[in-house]
């Protein structure tokens, strides 16, 4: 069975570009979360979604990260515009059934943004 | 509300046995323990729900004390395998998963 897997894994952008990650989960899991992880720490919550609908996207910075999941299986985050600060490891995860209590979650390798 | 691990870091003999501790100041529906490797993705251990119980994988296990808002990670018999970043995941209300500082695990022959 396929893991997560996400795209790209390594990118480069400067300042002020936009960038785009993309995600597609394990077959069947309905529950599809993106975390951002700063080097050293533990795995950070952005947005979670039950199949296409986002129920909790309280730790999303609205202003410049967006995220969709328009068909319920793959996911794209993006940024725009991007900004030092957003340098890190943008980890995609996904798990059946709904939430976390539970059910396993099972991470993505990560794309790995530097912004310069 | 971010669980906090102890110790932050520790560097163990193959063969040394270890003990991580996951604290949460919050009430606890379950404790998820993953591994990272440094450029992999965080792997899966085990989950251990409410209940107080006390699970085991191999020669890793771990147990959780709903009323003290603890699990502990226990690693018996290192393997060099076994260095890593280690995470504990705290679900502090349902379905919201937010994961600790990290302990780093370095298994030396």
């Known amino acids: 069975e396929a893991g997560v897997v996400q795209s790209p894994r390594y990118k480069i952008i400067e300042k002020k570009q936009p960038v785009a990650f993309w995600c597609n989960p394990i077959?069947?899991?309905?529950?599809l979360y993106w975390y951002l992880q700063n080097l050293g720490q533990g795995p950070e919550l952005l947005i979670r979604?039950?199949?296409?609908?986002?129920?909790?996207d309280s730790q999303l910075p609205k202003d410049r990260f967006s995220a969709e999941r328009l068909k319920g299986v793959d996911s794209t985050l993006k940024i725009q515009p991007a900004e030092l600060g957003d340098s890190a490891v943008y980890l995609c995860?996904?798990?059946?059934?709904?939430?976390?209590?539970?059910?396993?979650?099972?991470f993505g390798e990560g794309s790995w943004l530097t912004v310069v | 509300q971010q669980p906090v691990q102890s110790p932050q870091a520790v560097i163990l003999r193959e063969g040394e046995d270890a003990v991580i501790n996951c604290s949460s100041s919050?009430?606890?529906?379950?404790v998820h323990w993953y591994r990272q490797k440094h450029g992999e993705a965080p792997v899966f251990l085990m989950i251990?729900?409410?209940?107080?119980e006390q699970k085991g994988h191999e020669k890793i296990s771990a147990s959780f004390n709903e009323k003290k808002q603890q699990s502990s990670l226990y690693l018996t018999a290192s393997q060099l395998s076994y260095s890593g970043t280690y995470f504990c995941g705290t679900e502090v209300g349902f379905q919201k998963l937010v994961f600790g500082t990290g302990t780093r695990l370095l298994v030396s022959p």
């Open positions: 979604y039950e199949n296409e609908e986002a129920v909790d």
């Open positions: 077959s069947g899991h309905n529950t």
């Open positions: 251990l729900l409410k209940g107080g």
């Open positions: 919050k009430a606890l529906y379950s």
């Open positions: 995860a996904s798990s059946s059934g709904q939430g976390a209590s539970g059910n396993t979650i099972y």
